[in-house]
C-alpha cells in the first residue's frame, strides 16, 4: 500500500532564516506530487505541484520554491523566511486523471 | 476557471440527527468532485469521489452524497451523525481529464453535539 511521509512535524523558525521541508511517498511510481499551505485552520492554498522530476509548476508568486531530485520525493524550501510564511503546510500524491489525492500528515511552521 | 463553495461556515447537528454539509461547484467541462476531512492538526482523509455513473456515491464511515448536474451540487451526507464526526470539511473540484489540480471549497467545520 501506498503512505506518505512528511518531516518534520513542527517547526518554529525565526525572520530571515532557510527552510527546508521534506516529503517522501511509498508504494507508487510517477506520482504527481502537490504542496499546500493551509492557513488558520481553514482553505487551501496550492502552492506547488510536480508530474515528474525536475518539472515544477508554481501556482502563486511568493517567497518559497520547490524541487523533486526523485521520483517520490518533494522539497519545499526557502531562503529567506517571512512572518507571513506561517501555517501548516500539506504534502499529497496522486494519479491522474481520475484519482484522489492522499495528503500527508502535514508540518505546523511558525516563523517568529 | 474551476471554483468550489461550501455556503456553511459552520453546521451544528445533534448526535443521531441526520446531517448535510453543501457543496456547489463551476468548472467548464465535466466535474470530478470529491469529499475530504480533516481533524485537528492533521491531514486531509479522503471521504469519497464522482467521476461518473450513479449519481449517489458512498463513501467511508458512512457518508455519502449526491451529485445534481442540473444544480451543480455535491452535498455530503449521513443519515445519523456521531460526536466523532466533528471535524472540518473540504470539498473539491477537478475539471474532467483536462485539469491536473484540484480546486479545494473553503471548508465547513462540522459540530455534533451529544
Known amino acids: 500500500s501506498q503512505t506518505i511521509h512528511q518531516w518534520p512535524a513542527t517547526l518554529v523558525q525565526p525572520v530571515g532564516s532557510p527552510l527546508s521541508l521534506e516529503c517522501t511517498v511509498e508504494?507508487?511510481?510517477?506520482?504527481?506530487l502537490y504542496w499546500y499551505r493551509q492557513a488558520a485552520g481553514r482553505g487551501l492554498q496550492l502552492l506547488f505541484y510536480?508530474?515528474?522530476?525536475?518539472?515544477i509548476s508554481s501556482e502563486v508568486p511568493q517567497n518559497l520554491s520547490a524541487s523533486r531530485p526523485q521520483d517520490r520525493q518533494f522539497i519545499l524550501s526557502s531562503k529567506k523566511l517571512l512572518l507571513s510564511d506561517s501555517g501548516f503546510y500539506l504534502c499529497?500524491?496522486?494519479?491522474?486523471?481520475?484519482?484522489?489525492?492522499?495528503f500527508g500528515p502535514g508540518t505546523r511552521l511558525t516563523v517568529l | 476557471a474551476q471554483s468550489v463553495a461550501q455556503p456553511e461556515d459552520q453546521v451544528n447537528v445533534a448526535e443521531g440527527n441526520p446531517l448535510t454539509v453543501k457543496c456547489t461547484y463551476s468548472v467548464s467541462g465535466n466535474p470530478y468532485l470529491f469529499w475530504y476531512v480533516q481533524y485537528p492538526n492533521r491531514g486531509l482523509q479522503f471521504l469519497l469521489k464522482?467521476?461518473?455513473?450513479?449519481?449517489l456515491v458512498k463513501g467511508s464511515y458512512g457518508f455519502e452524497a449526491e451529485f445534481n448536474k442540473s444544480q451543480t451540487s455535491f452535498h455530503l451526507k449521513k443519515p445519523s451523525a456521531l460526536v466523532s464526526d466533528s471535524a472540518l470539511y473540504f470539498c473539491?473540484?477537478?475539471?474532467?481529464?483536462?485539469?491536473?489540480?484540484?480546486?479545494f471549497g473553503p471548508g465547513t467545520r462540522l459540530s455534533v453535539l451529544p
Open positions: 464522482y467521476i461518473t455513473g450513479d449519481n
Open positions: 473539491a473540484v477537478r475539471e474532467g481529464n483536462y485539469g491536473q489540480n484540484f480546486v
Open positions: 510536480s508530474v515528474g522530476i525536475g518539472q
Open positions: 499529497a500524491w496522486g494519479e491522474m486523471p481520475y484519482n484522489e489525492q492522499f
Open positions: 508504494g507508487t511510481s510517477n506520482p504527481n
